[in-house]
């Protein structure tokens, strides 16, 4: 199976999929990139699917910066 992200940007950031980017839910940024590769999603969908965004809104800037990265 061919990953269409296999080559987008954000794969050369970092390796840091494993971080929690957000704490009130335990969200790590792989499980973030592993949805945005899977397409369709916005901040309200991440929000429902994992809890970032739904505590202390600390993480909000961090997903909002890779939806925009992942488009
Ligand atoms: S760190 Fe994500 S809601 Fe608090």
């Given at each position: 199976m061919v990953n269409r992200h296999q080559d987008h940007p954000m794969n050369n950031i970092s390796d840091k999929n494993s971080d929690v980017i957000c704490h009130c839910s335990g969200t790590t940024e792989g499980k973030i990139k592993e949805l945005l590769a899977s397409g369709g999603h916005d901040l309200d969908s991440l929000s429902r699917k994992t809890g970032v965004c739904s505590g202390c809104g600390?993480?909000?800037?961090?997903?909002?910066?890779?939806?925009?990265?992942y488009r």
């Amino acid at each position: 199976m061919v990953n269409r992200h296999q080559d987008h940007p954000m794969n050369n950031i970092s390796d840091k999929n494993s971080d929690v980017i957000c704490h009130c839910s335990g969200t790590t940024e792989g499980k973030i990139k592993e949805l945005l590769a899977s397409g369709g999603h916005d901040l309200d969908s991440l929000s429902r699917k994992t809890g970032v965004c739904s505590g202390c809104g600390a993480c909000e800037d961090l997903i909002k910066q890779l939806l925009a990265d992942y488009r």
